[in-house]
Nanobody, 126 residues
């Protein structure tokens, strides 16, 4: 079992930044590819970005590539999502998840993820 806990969400003004964390206290997260997804009210969950277990290969959704980055720190058993230049439409619940395959091509495929966190709310508002 891989238990994931997200943190770092909150209320931020447009143009602001947040850094979300996905923590796994047992350390098992370090062996998995991890992805970030988000779901806004009334919308389907969408892929944001992900990172392989090697900590080198990442993939961020094309529409978010210029503002969001994914990283990981194995010493902290953590995967991070840096959100910059936030917009109103970034408001959503953000989830991290561990993938069953450590493949770059699998990162954006929601069906590849087997363990999910409870989510952290990001609200962008003036």
């Amino acid at each position: 079992q891989v238990r994931l806990v997200e943190s770092g969400g909150g209320l931020v003004q447009p143009g602001g930044s947040l850094k979300l964390a996905c923590i796994n206290s047992e350390g098992t997260i370090n062996s998995f590819a991890v992805g970030w997804f988000r779901q806004a009210p009334g919308k389907e969950r969408e892929f944001v970005g992900g990172i392989l277990s090697n900590g080198i290969n990442t993939h961020v959704a094309d529409s978010l590539l210029d503002r969001f980055t994914v990283s990981r720190d194995k010493s902290e058993n953590a995967v991070y999502l840096q959100l910059n230049s936030l917009k109103l439409e970034d408001t959503a619940t953000y989830y991290c998840a561990a993938a069953s395959r450590d493949w770059l091509v699998a990162l954006k495929q929601e069906r590849m993820y087997t363990h999910w966190g409870q989510g952290t709310q990001v609200t962008v508002s003036s």
